[in-house]
């Protein structure tokens, strides 16, 4: 099961990396996979296959010892994929920020309602910032 320590640690490579990186897309999409929506006692691990990064995930106790494979979406390259992230209902910014050295990009990520953004991040790209803005939220959520 993804706890705060695994989402913390995911953060700070999000905010350290510049560009696209599929090894941390399919990291974030297995610690993922159980938050949207959380699904208790489950066991992720990731995996690469020849055509792309791939999380597996496993319930302990499921009949026959089933696994289920997901492709990764692109989250660090893609903000359509990051966007995937944002909780459903939430609300969602990013901006582009030329005196943000050495980070160029701020995101954040809020409940409707609510007049600013309660989780933020800043890193080099927009789909990065907006990334680790949502794995501040779902970290949150865990409430450990």
Known sequence: MTNRATLEALIARVVEGTGPDRELDAEIHAATLY??????EAV???????NGFYARHHVPGSPGGVSYW??????????DAALTLVPE????FVAMRHYLAPFGAA????????????????????????????LKAMMEALGE
Request: aromatic share 10%; proline share 9%; with cysteine.
């Open 35 to 40: 938050i949207k929506p959380i699904i208790p």
């Open 44 to 50: 992720v691990t990731r995996e690469c296959q020849e």
């Open 70 to 79: 997901h492709q990764a979406p692109p989250f660090t390259g893609s903000l």
């Open 89 to 92: 209902g939430w609300s969602w």
């Open 107 to 134: 995101g954040s990520v809020w409940q409707a309602g609510q007049q600013r953004g309660i989780f933020t991040a800043d890193a080099a790209t927009p789909a990065r910032a907006l990334i680790a803005a949502c």
